[in-house]
């Protein structure tokens, strides 16, 4: 019997790599003979590195940049050597979790950061940089991005406009010309979960800009601002790429990857598989196993089960899914490819305690589905 073990990190609770353990430990103390694969995965979002560097042969960096206000932080990013692939998760550098709370502010954050772990790739020799985005704490359609690889923001007077997405209202002059021309060499991959364009009602403003600290008088203005920073942008490129899948994506970045680096934009959990090479693991297994915090109707929007699902049926192998909790329409995800899904906990249990038992509750409800697999007529 051959298994593949492909989960999402639980949030707040194990990673993707401890989820994946915690299984495959449960599956051979029943089927101690099997031969089981682990393959910890993401979908683009928190994770995304460390799911690729447990599985390929890479490493983790530090770079000390720029956070979202301003503030000097260390931020990770992962290193393929034999590749010269960099990978780098925005929200390491301009991420939410940076900021407190009662500071957020999508009006001044900024991207800056991100373009700093950009040219630390670049300085490195990569080849191709896939840039895994979700979870910022910015709202500048990547603007601080391009400024940390070069290019100007001017007003009227010829002036750098301030951080942040509400001066680009002020934008009178894009200026390219010390923009790093390594750019053009080298290949970017925008991985994320979103398909959100960049303005309107389901614009990065509008959509992500209040749990940035945003009043809806500012999301207007954001809006707007954005929206002007579009038409500049499309005057000096000759394109205009504001309306396409993922130019929403944390607050905008995704518009500045694929406008000025010529990203190219996939779903998150389909670029990681493929970096993980989880698709030839697949070939020829009995099983699939994954899983994520919470499996429901939202999983369909490109969640690491979803991907992995779509995967294992090209491959008619069958997928069971492990989840924190089951929420509401997850059963339309055995239109997709699922075979199965289970709750973690087996009775009534705090949030706290869950998160603190996870390893062992999935360890136990692993026993407890290998068991049935091993009774039923599905094993001979």
Known sequence: MKVIIAPDSFKDSLSAHGIAEAIASGWKKVFPEAEVITCPMADGGEGSIEAVLEVCAGEWREQTVHGPLGESVVAKWGWLETEKIALIEMAQASGIQLVKPSQRDACISSTFGTGELILAALNAGAEEIVLTVGGSATNDAGTGLLSALGAKFLDEDNNVLQSGGLSLQNLTRIDLTHFDPRIKQTKFLLAADVTNPLCGVNGASHIFGPQKGATPEQVLLLDNALAHFADI??????????????????????????????AEFRSGVEVIAELN???????????VITGEGKFDGQTL?????????????????????????????????YKHGITAAFSLTSGPINLEDACINAANLIFERTIDIAQLIKTSSFIK
Do not use: C, M
Request: net charge positive; proline share 4%; aromatic share 8%.
């Open 301 to 333: 929007n490109g969640k690491t089960p979803f991907g992995v699902a779509k995967i294992a049926k090209n491959a008619n192998v069958p997928v069971i899914v492990i989840a924190g909790t089951l929420g509401e329409n997850y059963q339309e995800l």
């Open 277 to 287: 090479h989880l698709s030839d693991k697949i070939n020829g297994a009995n099983w």
């Open 233 to 262: 942008s499309a005057a000096l490129l000759g394109y205009d790429k504001r309306n396409e899948p993922g130019t929403g994506a944390s607050g905008g970045l995704g518009y500045a990857a694929k406008a000025f680096l010529n």
